[in-house]
């Protein structure tokens, strides 16, 4: 088990490197940090001079990737690929094109994101198992026909109608809860209900029909067949005996998605104007930050890997058939 | 006049070239023709895919260009597409600013000079209900008047479609039989009425109002909705004819060859599933948006400028989204290649190359066709909400997704302003709707592992 799990950590490392190099040759060599400068400072009526300051100041100035000038390991060290990426590697994340630390803003802006993301997780999941297990309970009847024509009906809805609609028919029109906006304490508890409410509908279409044809595999397999034949009523089948065994791909399911959870939604957070990591990486798209954005990516599959990670240990956990070796 | 190509232009005639390819090729063969059949025989998929055809057919028209030399043309020297040239007057009728469906006064209140008298009122709008002469009075019956012929015209269109269906019928049995209550023939003849039912009454209220009202610079509704129709199909479409040679190939490669090349194949798509989509897609465009902004003479026109960027974002989401589709491709290899006929081609001395081609690709053909009808709607919908983020189409080119966007602040506006967003919507949601019916007909016929009998 021990020997499996640094085996997989092991895999991380040129993952994580594959990532690293992707968004360099992204960032700095498709377009040489020259065409941010002018991109950053405007396109014309530039001096080479202001450029260069630019570039200065957020050690844009260096060489690619091998310093002539320098004596030693100086040579390596002293280029944009080590200052920028070797360091991302360490979760050392520099500082943003404006100037701020973004270690620092990640860290604070974390837990806006996790306290609407984890709570829209955890109802989502509820709602669609209870809903999809309602479906196969019915199956074969003309409820269950409607309700499938239902989910279709729901997935070919855009998110932003769900974010659009709801925030005008809720807050605006009803005005149960506030447009928008955060709060830090536990007051922001009103500033939540809307956007996790939302999340949750904007998920059954495709989430119910995605439970339904795991129970729907279940429910062909022989031992529920032997638990009807034993004279259980249909609802016992199903919530007790189809339900637990559905649970492993429902879990491995689920575990890749909780470390995504830290990165919070791009939508939720700037509609509702959370100020989470969400509306930061969208906000930084629209500053054209390019520091912020490779930090996310690079963040975001760090998340990722582990998640996957996370997933293999999750499957010998629940399901004593797995052995890793 | 001369005919103008861009890129998606020349891609999207690509495209329909080569799906008549493919219905030629698919004709001769009874075994692939069984699962068409079977969708042909659904009538929820045959009414889908009419509504699918129709828009396809605004999508079409809108992929040829013309450049009109004329210099007494209205609007400069930008090309104008065939949809452009039969909805000049929906083109053309601009407003000042916003104005709700089917109005004959403006949105807002203007100050209207008088001979001495200021009088604060909403002015009449230039073209909308500008035949009128006593508005209050008339308005309701011109519209019932207009909104009537119209719909008369759409049900004698659809008669006389229907009549050349009864005269020339075609040489196989018509009507296949569902085991609904509906047969598949009924089916599109249904949604076909209501097809046209739906384009005579906008026709007919569009020949003196703007049937959909205006945005804020005064353009129809309706024409940009009608205009949106290509930029979703071509991101729906263009798409997977980026992705699709690499997760072909990459995916046939790594589960044929195994050893080595599965590894490098397997570490490259890990690698870029890893990167969450949206930021992988965030990242490229503002790398392309450096890219245009620090080269603007390569680019002629607005118009070719708006399509590269077009062309870019399909590219894009190409490039971030074969992972998926590679990852099913492989594994479905690795199970071909120890089947006995792959095993007796090679003990014949066939080489790697033909047997993958005639031996492997067809059998896993119909995976691609599964995920390619499954990822078009979820292209669609990803449109809006790139836009919306501003790292979609560029904001010069008609789409949900920027309507939608500039929706954000209609909605603050009193009176609401909402039909913008609720046409935008509407298409999308028609759209998106039939063709995740049709996905799932697709997917139902050709995956094996699914009611074989049935």
Known sequence: MIAYLLRRLLYAVPLLIGVNLLTFVLFFVVNSPEDMARMHLGQKHVTTEAIAKWKHERGYDLPLFWNEGQAGLEKLEKTIFFEKSVRLMRFDFGSSDSGRDIGADIGERLWPSLAISLPALLAGLLTNVTLALGVVFLRQTALEFTAMIGCVALMSVSPLFYIIGGQFLFARLLQLVPISGWDGGTDSFRFLILPVAISVVSGIGSGVRWYRTLFLEEVEKDYVRTARAKGLSEARVLFVHVLRNALIPILTGVVVVIPLLFMGSLLMESFFAIPGLGSYTIDAISRQDFAVVRAMVYLGSALYILGLLLTDISYTLVDPRVRLS | ?454
């Not at chain 2, 005639?13 to 080569?18: D, F, K, S, T």
């Not at chain 2, 100050?111 to 230039?126: C, E, M, S």
């Not at chain 2, 954000?408 to 302003?417: G, K, N, S, Y």
């Open chain 2, 1 to 454: 006049m001369t005919l103008v190509f861009f890129w998606t232009d020349a891609l999207v005639w690509l495209l329909v070239a080569m799906l008549g390819g493919f219905l030629f090729y698919v004709r001769g063969r009874e075994h692939l023709r069984r699962p068409w059949r079977k969708i042909l025989a659904d009538p929820a998929a045959m009414a889908s895919l009419t509504v699918l055809l129709a828009f396809g057919a605004i999508g079409v028209l809108d992929s040829l260009h013309f450049q009109f030399t004329d210099p007494q043309a209205e609007n400069g020297n930008e090309p104008l597409s065939l949809l452009d040239v039969a909805l000049t007057p929906l083109r053309s009728r601009d407003e000042k600013t916003y104005s709700a469906p089917l109005a004959w006064h403006s949105y807002s209140r203007e100050t209207l000079g008088g001979n001495g008298v200021v009088l604060r009122d909403y002015p009449r709008l230039q073209y909308g209900g500008a035949q009128l002469a006593d508005p209050e009075n008339q308005w309701a019956g011109n519209v019932v008047l207009r909104g009537g012929l119209g719909l008369l015209g759409g049900l004698a269109l659809w008669a006389c479609g229907l009549g050349a269906r009864v005269l020339f019928p075609s040489p196989r049995g018509r009507g296949v039989r569902g085991e609904g209550h509906l047969s598949s023939g009924s089916a599109v003849t249904l949604t076909a009425l209501i097809l046209c039912l739906l384009a005579g009454l906008l026709t007919g209220l569009a020949s003196g109002y703007h049937p959909l009202g205006t945005d804020k610079v005064g353009q129809d509704v309706l024409y940009q909705s009608l205009k949106s129709i290509r930029t979703g199909l071509v991101i729906g479409t263009l798409t997977t004819l980026v992705m699709l040679p690499f997760a072909l190939l990459l995916g046939m490669l790594a589960g044929y060859f195994r050893g080595l090349a599965d590894d490098v194949i397997q570490y490259l798509y890990t690698t870029l599933n890893s990167i969450p989509g949206v930021l992988l897609i965030a990242a490229a465009i503002l790398v392309t948006q450096v890219y245009m902004a620090n080269h603007e003479e390569d680019f002629a026109s607005l118009a070719a400028r708006a399509d590269l960027r077009l062309l870019f974002l399909c590219l894009i989401l190409g490039l971030t989204s074969w992972t998926g589709l590679c990852r099913l491709l492989r594994a479905e290899t690795l199970k071909l290649r120890d089947m006995e006929f792959v095993q007796a081609a090679r003990a014949l001395g066939v080489s790697d190359g033909m047997i993958l081609l005639r031996h492997i690709l067809p059998n896993v053909f119909h995976i691609v066709l599964i995920s390619v009808a499954l990822d078009f709607s979820s292209l669609v919908l990803a449109e809006a909400v790139l836009s919306y983020i501003s790292i979609g189409v560029d904001p010069a080119t008609h789409s949900w997704g920027n309507m939608i966007n500039s929706a954000r602040l209609e909605l603050a506006r009193d009176p609401v302003v909402w039909w913008p967003l609720a046409s935008a919507l509407v298409f999308m949601f028609t759209l998106v709707l039939a063709a995740n019916l049709f996905a799932d007909a697709v997917r139902d016929a050709f995956d094996p592992r699914r009611g074989g009998g049935t």
